[in-house]
Nanobody, 124 residues
Framework: QSQFAESGGGLVQPGGSLGLSCTAS????????IGWFRQAPGKGRVGVAC????????YYFDSVKGRFTVSRDNARNTVYLQMNSLTPEDTAVYFC?????????????????WGQGTQVTVSS
């Protein structure tokens, strides 16, 4: 059973913003690098961004750099993904997961404890 849960997805217009949250029911997030990934319809799951245990460093994939921001609140056991300037190409199911790797190794094969995902749809 997944320990992680994503929330905050929904429908947003192009150019809009949305904030996602990742929480854990039994795990303590501050022990892990946390990654955000997404899977668009008909495509494989790809990385979005990864954040280190201590807030830095943070790794962003080029597709979201400058538009998305990852942060964490270890006291709330929550990691956030703030998404701005959204485009239809950002439409996907968004997942969070944990790993012991450094954020620069933000690849899904290195992450475990996946959540069920939350749907983000960018459409007018």
């Amino acid at each position: 059973q997944s320990q992680f849960a994503e929330s905050g997805g929904g429908l947003v217009q192009p150019g809009g913003s949305l904030g996602l949250s990742c929480t854990a029911s039994t795990a303590t997030l501050d022990y892990y690098t946390i990654g955000w990934f997404r899977q668009a319809p008909g495509k494989g799951r790809v990385g979005v961004a990864c954040i280190s245990i201590g807030d830095e460093p943070i790794y962003y994939f080029d597709s979201v750099k400058g538009r998305f921001t990852v942060s964490r609140d270890n006291a709330r056991n929550t990691v956030y993904l703030q998404m701005n300037s959204l485009t239809p190409e950002d439409t996907a199911v968004y997942f969070c997961a944990a790993s012991n790797v450094s954020p620069s190794n933000c690849y899904e094969g290195l992450f475990v404890h996946w959540g069920q995902g939350t749907q983000v749809t960018v459409s007018s």
